[in-house]
């Protein structure tokens, strides 16, 4: 089997005591290719005065090779670029977009760089798999430095219909970038016809498969079902005093659709006043990005609008919304999601949202709670027992929750059997294998090809 090398702008190397992980990318990732024989090559999350030789260490299979970026290289290429030029525009956001030609310049020098300390670890027959919009460019840098390997590239969040991309004043250079790979690979079908349809606007008439990303469901429900009888899980069921508990698990971003989420639950107080004080919402959102301005700014709005809710909702005995923008370690939020009554997962638009796929997994079947899930996010595609809701409209979020606080336990029943079986279906390993399958295998059919 050729050597499987990955490469994406986070790479979860294992440490004892680290912080948890908090991001999809890394998660399914790390899940997909345990085990294998592989080079996983990124960015270490660190800066360093100048550029360096990335540092590498091997453990069993795997060898991680990480290179610091400069303070000026995670301006412009991580909280510029990237995040306040892609991820806006991406997520549908265009009037948060900020367009810095430098930024653009620093994100493309980033990637050339990397590209130059990757290739001389390069073998011929290795199988390279390049991951997410900060590195759009990666196989047109290899390709200029004569590498031939096979190289492919997945998509981990939407992309958006080619009149919102055509905004974007390099766009027509990215796409052409993309044309250096030999398969491209998105979440959803609708995100692979628009990139599709963006790249036949510019005469690269490559096709795009659909290649929604899975997860260990086995292993997180047995960690779920471990976790309930640890400390931590056992500290939050007796602060509830029986309240239903509604949990919503995020990074503190602005596609997660948080402050109308919290309207929506404060709605769901305001219309349907039997859930009064038999209710309590935890979110835990960690904060994330935060030298960009816009993160900053959801914080404090959040900040506000819990503080309000409280105020206005609040007893002497009982705080609608709890709120907390810590990391939790894996196992723990297993336990919360086990818990909880509702899964409130409401993102204004996600590539595919794993946390949905996480309470699923992490239910008792004999006693599931009910999803409430955004229609704009990948997972609605494949989680048909969820209630989904239009995440802009405060009104039907509280709908939402309403329905799924009165569900009565056979229809819960029923709703996440469907939903353990569309996961059933779609592992991180299923979902890993597919896309390298069809990368080893030029001509081989593309799954819901655009
Ligand atoms: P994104 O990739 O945009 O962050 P996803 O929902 O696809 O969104 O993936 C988020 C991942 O990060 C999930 O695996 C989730 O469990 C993890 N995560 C989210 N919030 C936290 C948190 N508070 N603590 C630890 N992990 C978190
Ligand atoms: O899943 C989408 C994604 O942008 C990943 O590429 C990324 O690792 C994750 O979200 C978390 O974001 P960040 O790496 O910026 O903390």
């Known amino acids: 089997m050729a050597r499987l090398v990955i490469v994406s702008n986070r790479v979860p190397v294992p440490r004892p005591r680290a912080a948890p992980q ?26 360093a005065p100048t550029p360096a030789a990335p540092s590498v260490i091997t453990l069993g299979a795997a060898t991680y090779a990480t290179a610091h970026l400069t303070e000026a290289e995670r301006r412009g290429y991580y909280g510029g ?29 980033v990637n050339a760089r990397f590209a130059a300390l990757l290739a001389p670890m390069l073998g011929p027959d290795d199988l390279v798999w390049v991951h997410d919009f900060h590195l759009f460019p990666f196989a047109a840098a290899l390709r200029a430095l004569g590498q031939r390997q ?33 398969l491209l690979g998105a979440q959803t079908r609708s995100d692979a016809e628009n990139l599709r349809a963006a790249l036949a606007g510019v005469g690269i008439p490559m096709p795009v ?19 309930v009888a640890g400390a931590e899980v056992r500290r939050l069921a007796a602060s509830l005093g029986g309240r239903a508990l509604i949990l919503g698990v995020d990074r503190l971003d602005y596609a997660k659709g948080l402050p109308q989420r919290f309207r929506g639950y404060a709605a769901l107080l305001r219309r349907f006043p039997e859930h009064r004080r038999r209710v309590t919402f935890l979110q835990v959102a960690p904060v994330s990005r935060n030298e960009v301005a816009q993160y900053r700014a959801l914080r404090r709005e959040l900040d506000e609008l819990a503080g309000r809710i409280n105020g206005e909702h609040g007893e002497i ?48 079947e004999a006693d599931p709670g009910v ?7 990948g ?21 939402g929750l309403d329905a799924a606080l009165r569900m009565g336990p056979d229809e819960r029943r029923e709703r996440a059997a469907s939903d353990r079986a569309a996961l059933a279906a779609n592992s991180a390993a299923d979902w890993a294998r597919r896309f390298l399958a069809r990368l080893a295998a030029p001509g081989a059919p593309l799954p819901h090809a655009a």
Do not use: C
């Open 317 to 364: 005995d009982w705080i609608p919304i709890r709120w907390m923008t810590r990391a939790l370690p894996r196992a723990t939020l297993a336990g919360f999601h086990r818990l909880a009554r509702i899964g409130l997962v409401t993102p204004l638009r996600d590539g595919m949202n794993l946390v949905a796929k996480e309470f699923v997994a992490a239910q008792d």
């Open 209 to 227: 498969g659909a290649f929604p990303v899975g997860l260990d469901a086995e292993g997180f429900a047995r960690e779920a079902a471990r976790a």
């Open 371 to 377: 999803l409430v899930l955004s229609r704009f996010a």
């Open 379 to 399: 997972a609605a595609d494949e989680l048909k027992g969820a209630v989904l809701v239009n995440p802009h409209d405060p009104d039907e979020i509280a709908e």
């Open 22 to 47: 908090a991001g999809g990318l890394a998660v399914a990732l790390a899940e997909a290719v345990a085990g294998r024989e592989m080079l996983w090559f990124g960015w270490s999350g660190e800066t």
């Open 81 to 109: 670029f990237a995040n306040a030029t892609l991820w806006p525009l991406l997520h549908y956001r265009m009037g948060l977009a900020e367009f810095r030609r430098e930024d653009h310049e620093t994100w493309r020098a």
């Open 150 to 182: 096979r190289i492919g590239f997945f998509l981990h969040v939407p992309f958006p219909p080619p009149a919102l991309f055509e905004a974007l004043p390099q766009g027509g250079r990215i796409l052409a970038d993309l044309g250096a790979y030999d």
